[in-house]
């Protein structure tokens, strides 16, 4: 009788220890979009996607582990801003970087330490791509290119849902960043498909 008294309270305390451990769910994070800017109308007749960064999916690179990447907003970023109004050229969106890095940081050990929340983590995010135009024959006749950079850093004592968030807050500010410089460029140098 006694031994099954403990086998149950053993499992019980096994079951409260993993729920403790499960206790903080991920939350959910909205879609980043461009659909609430005005769009880039541009005299071609279609435009497609070149994915030339691949996360190296190593602990360096934290790009496929945050709630939301660089890759996957800027892919969405051709099909928010431009709109196709027909013609001759084609156009072609290349993402070159849409990496995110993670660095640690190192942390003092000494008593004054104890008191305050160390930084320990920093994340380096970075959004690279190439807009260009081309003809049917395959000829470039114009390109520009956008690159961003934003850096963030994480507590040491940051929760699960508070680093997600964090992360989160970096890839929009980051994207959002390379909207304008994109757009930017675009006016200023492929004015000649745009009305």
Same mark, same amino acid.
């Given at each position: 009788?006694?031994?099954?008294?403990?086998?149950?309270?053993?499992?019980?305390?096994?079951?409260?220890?993993?729920?403790?451990?499960?206790?903080?769910?991920?939350?959910?994070?909205?879609?980043?979009?461009?659909?609430? !800017?005005?769009?880039?109308?541009?005299?071609?007749?279609?435009?497609?996607?070149?994915?030339?960064?691949?996360?190296?999916?190593?602990?360096? %690179?934290?790009?496929?582990?945050?709630?939301?990447?660089?890759?996957?907003?800027?892919?969405?970023?051709?099909?928010?801003?431009?709109?196709?109004?027909?013609?001759?050229?084609?156009?072609?969106?290349?993402?070159?970087?849409?990496?995110?890095?993670? %660095?640690?940081?190192?942390?003092?050990?000494?008593?004054?330490? %104890?008191?305050?929340?160390?930084?320990? !983590?920093?994340?380096?995010?970075?959004?690279?791509?190439?807009?260009?135009?081309?003809?049917?024959?395959?000829?470039?006749?114009?390109?520009?290119?956008?690159?961003?950079?934003?850096?963030?850093?994480?507590?040491?004592?940051?929760? !699960?849902?508070?680093?997600?968030?964090?992360?989160?807050?970096?890839?929009?500010?980051?994207?959002?960043?390379?909207?304008?410089?994109?757009?930017?460029?675009?006016?200023? %140098?492929?004015?000649?498909? !745009?009305?």
């Amino acid at each position: 009788m006694l031994k099954k008294i403990l086998k149950t309270f053993m499992v019980v305390i096994m079951l409260s220890g993993l729920t403790a451990c499960v206790s903080e769910s991920r939350q959910l994070f909205p879609d980043v979009t461009f659909t609430h !800017l005005p769009s880039i109308q541009m005299a071609v007749s279609d435009i497609t996607i070149e994915q030339r960064y691949k996360s190296p999916m190593t602990a360096e %690179y934290a790009d496929h582990r945050i709630p939301l990447s660089p890759q996957t907003v800027m892919t969405r970023w051709p099909g928010d801003r431009i709109s196709q109004t027909g013609g001759e050229a084609r156009a072609k969106f290349i993402i070159m970087d849409a990496s995110v890095k993670e %660095y640690g940081l190192d942390i003092d050990g000494n008593f004054t330490a %104890y008191f305050t929340d160390e930084q320990a !983590l920093r994340y380096e995010a970075t959004a690279e791509a190439m807009f260009q135009i081309s003809s049917n024959d395959g000829n470039t006749h114009g390109k520009v290119r956008a690159r961003v950079k934003r850096s963030v850093t994480v507590p040491e004592n940051a929760s !699960l849902n508070e680093r997600d968030k964090i992360l989160f807050d970096l890839t929009a500010a980051l994207t959002r960043e390379f909207d304008v410089q994109m757009e930017q460029e675009i006016r200023k %140098y492929l004015g000649a498909w !745009l009305p």
